[in-house]
């Protein structure tokens, strides 16, 4: 490709609607054009970037038994509801009517679609195990999208779907679907994280994330530099630092006025946090809930929803909160009634607690569970973090930032069972299939290698995954042996399968053409200039080599494969 023809123009300055590095460098290098909110069309050089991982993708997918297939975005709602996930997608899920009023969802994902296929088309226990697999787009009404193609409403995806008699079957394609996964980011130079998770809306008993660590990944996992465990935040596990326990003290009132916060009442009353009680509250599916958890400690809301079996949870407004009758600022379990009561098993660890009074500018002094309240659930719902011990060696653990580029699920029979997806076993007895879900978000991976990827220059493309190999830059192409040499060059690389893209714009400085170099990232820069054919030789240098290297021109083809493989 010459750059004279080339549709995509670079950007001098940083588009001020650009929020992280991946978002900036690709709207400034052209990858990207934004048509709408959270909606992008991908131009010519981030689809050469994004049809390499794909390939790669197929390879790793095919070679784990995996058969591709396509199935349709748009379809019935009637099958979200039979699986229920209309209502557990919520507003996520674009709903639309077609002309004769039949509800319709442009589909986030393809649970519903493929098991229904594969209901038509497996009666045995000869016929599994399945694995299917597509690259689609998918579609998700994301509130507020963000970071480029890092969260958007329209994006693609690598999708795959096992199918299998029994857990144990399953899990042997759980861990064929894992190790592909392996493969695919080490192919593609990508060094990543495997998380345990939260299955979310799609459901099932156990799952595992792929996080590319990045400072500003949307998540956060969880480490323990001890044994090895890893987990997202959503889902990580740790223990406590321990609150010395004392004999209870009689509940005593105390004035706390002005004090709302729960680092404003532990300073005015100078104890830790850890010594108080915090007081949140959530409207889960509408109803106002109370949660309780201890003062040094958040919220995990994905915990809580798991324990909620909600379809929505947020925390309850103003004017709830005033209807239930509760003070903010000054509340706590003790006394309440006539509301749904959760909390962390962290209200168990330590005694004599400071909680609210349920009045406005009082505090109880030396709260006790059970002895002074009481709880409907009580249950892991704290937000882990960094200090907390691991619960399989005790050692403290540490957080990381980083970004989900894969996402494998254990579903189960939810699905079959919904949508009547049973085979029969050798004694011609009848079972749900056991079935299994895998996603690649492949522009998120694109986004999230750049992310990972690059320095004050601009993107510096794992060699796996650049649009083209070698940036040819022609400097001074109005000279005649300068722009044939250039010419000449870039034919023979091509001639011997070396990608390359030639910068042969006659009107540009040497100064823009060599920063365009650097902002696009290439793995090897070609400069043919007067003074190099004087030499009989062209300026080559690596994206991320401090200094450039003489070739001569009967060996550039040789030089550039060295500098490829090194």
Known sequence: MRFTQLVTKTLREDPPEAETASHRLMLRAGLIYQVAAGVYAYLPLAWRSLRKIENIIREEMDNAGGQELMMPALQPRELWEQTGRADAMGEVLFSMEDRRGRPMVLAPTHEEVVTSIVRANVQSYR???????????????????????????????????????????????????????????????LPVL????????????????????????????????????????????????????????PLEEVDTPGQKTIAGVADFLNVSTSQTLKAVFYAADGEVVFVTVRGDLEVNEVKLKNNLHCNDLRFATDEEVREAGLVAGSASPIGITGMRRVADNSITQGSN??????????????????????????????????????????????????????????????????????????????????????GIGVGRLLAAAIEQNHDDRGIVFPAPIAPYQVHLVGLNMTDEAVAAAA??????????????????????????????????????????????????????KGRTDDEATMAPLEEVAAAVRQALQG
């Open 194 to 249: 495997m998380a345990e998770a939260d299955s979310g809306a799609i459901g099932g008993k156990d799952s595992h994330e792929f996080l590319l660590a990045t400072p500003t990944g949307e998540d956060t996992v969880i480490t323990c530099p001890g044994c090895g465990y890893t987990a997202n935040a959503e889902k990580a596990e740790g223990l406590y630092p321990e609150q010395e326990e004392a004999p209870e003290l």
């Open 353 to 438: 607690f400071v909680v609210g009074a349920n009045k406005p500018d009082t505090h109880y002094l030396n709260a006790n569970y059970p002895r002074d309240f009481d709880v409907d659930v009580m249950t892991d719902i704290a937000l882990t973090q960094p200090g907390h011990l691991c619960p399989q060696c005790r050692t403290p653990l540490e957080a990381t930032r980083g970004v989900e580029v894969g996402h494998i699920f254990k579903l189960g029979t939810s699905y079959s069972e919904a949508l009547g997806a049973m085979y029969l076993d050798q004694e011609g007895q009848q079972h749900p299939i056991t079935m299994g879900c895998y």
């Open 127 to 189: 016929d599994l195990p399945v694995i299917l697999y597509q690259i689609q787009t998918k579609f998700r009404d994301e509130p507020r999208p963000r970071a480029g193609l890092v969260r958007v409403r329209e994006f693609d995806m690598k999708d795959a779907y096992s199918f299998n008699a029994d857990d144990d079957s399953l899990d042997d394609s759980y861990q064929a679907m894992a190790q592909a996964y392996r493969n695919i980011y080490r192919r593609c130079s």
């Open 487 to 540: 010419d000449q060059l870039y034919r023979e690389l091509w001639d011997n399968g070396i990608e390359t893209i030639f910068d042969d714009r006659p009107d540009q400085a040497a100064g823009v053409k060599l920063n365009d170099a650097d902002l696009m990232g290439l793995p090897v820069r070609l400069v043919v200039s007067p003074r190099n054919l004087r030499n009989n030789a062209v300026e080559l």
